[in-house]
């Protein structure tokens, strides 16, 4: 590939995340301090497990809806096939999801951006799932402590979403010609910025949102055996269709 065609890459890619993000940056930063009251943590604790947990799958599928716009387009994931598209979106949404929780972090009062405001860990505490809120605030914590550009962060979530090695691809060889170019495209971001040495940096931190998706898929799977008919009935279809093992 030219480098033209890894520039053109590269700047379709941003535009696609600036087109795929709710909140701009400089409004992420003007909300910054606007925090959940004492009152209003306490209602959120006061929600039953599963009232709490479609709650949360309602906000988490709108999220999901905004990186699957994103996937499409990028150019390269339309091209690829329909199976293959869906393949990679099943497995990677959540991780697309939770690498663009860390832009709206704020890491001096440890709280992420929720319905509006800033909440800390213990407004979730009605899920009974602390660990992997934990985790999620973790990640999101130590990925912000990366400062990516929303430049780096754009094209390092289509490189998180292209991954020629998820299951059930049809062409995996078109995949990884795809994810090749955009390996192309974060490298050359990072030279241009003179960020090399955060690319390892970055590549570690994958392994991680494997595992995190894996838990949230355990507790999934814990969830649907206590409250059935609130997943059949009440979660968005969406996040069945991504996060349910049917
Ligand atoms: C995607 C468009 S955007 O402009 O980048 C954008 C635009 C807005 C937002 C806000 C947003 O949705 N935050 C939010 C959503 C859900 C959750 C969450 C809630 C519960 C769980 C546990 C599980 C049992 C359901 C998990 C997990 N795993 C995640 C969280 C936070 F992690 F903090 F708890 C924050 C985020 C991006």
Known sequence: PTSLHIEELSASIVRSHRETTQYRPEELQALRWKVFSREEIHAYQSKSVDEMWQHCAVRLTDAVQYVVEFAKRIPGFRQ???????????????????????????????????????????LFKSLACSDLIAAVFDFAHNLCALRLTEQQMAVFTALVLINADRPCLEDRERVQKVRRDVELALSH??????????????????????????????????????????????????????????
């Open 80 to 122: 690829l096939c329909q199976n293959d598209q869906i393949a990679l979106l099943k497995s990677g949404s959540m991780e697309v999801v939770l690498v663009r929780m860390s832009r709206m972090f704020n890491t001096e009062n440890n709280t992420v951006f929720f319905d509006g405001k800033f909440a800390g860990t213990e």
């Open 189 to 246: 971001i990072m030279h241009r910025d003179n960020q090399e040495s955060l690319l390892h940096k970055l590549y570690q931190r994958v392994p991680v949102l494997k595992s995190l998706c894996a838990l949230h898929i355990e507790k999934l799977r814990w969830f649907r055996q206590l409250y059935p008919l609130t997943v059949h009935s009440l979660f968005p279809p969406l996040y069945k269709e991504l996060f349910g093992s049917d």
